[in-house]
């Protein structure tokens, strides 16, 4: 079992900052990576962020030197910084978590960038 409950979104001014958190609980070892994937209307979600168990990250390219995602050490909960924030941010953030050849979503967390 595993739990994954995103927070922080909100409505934000363009060139702004958010921080969206991912708290998770539940079977939380054995964990492969946690990310950040976003929805906006009409498109298909898509990898904003990850962080492997190595410590590795990955950036979708249009959020690169904007967002940066990090965790505490037990993966209890995984952020995803984001400054400098575009109308083209809105989207609907979903926290995700790989274990054990499983992947794991949030409820989602709404981020709205106006202009």
């Known amino acids: 079992q595993v739990r994954l409950v995103e927070s922080g979104g909100g409505l934000v001014q363009a060139g702004g900052s958010l921080r969206v958190s991912c708290a998770a609980s539940g079977s939380i070892f054995s964990i492969t990576a946690m990310g950040w994937y976003r929805q906006a209307p009409g498109k298909q979600r898509e990898l904003v962020a990850r962080?492997?168990?190595?410590?590795?990250?990955n950036y979708v390219e249009s959020v690169k030197g904007r967002f940066t995602i990090a965790r505490d050490n037990a993966w209890n909960t995984v952020y995803l910084q984001m400054n400098s924030l575009k109308p083209e941010d809105t989207a609907v953030y979903y926290c995700?978590?790989?274990?054990?050849?499983?992947?794991?979503w949030g409820q989602g967390t709404q981020v709205t960038v106006s202009s």
């Open positions: 995700d978590l790989e274990r054990r050849g499983i992947q794991y």
């Open positions: 962080i492997s168990s190595g410590g590795s990250t």
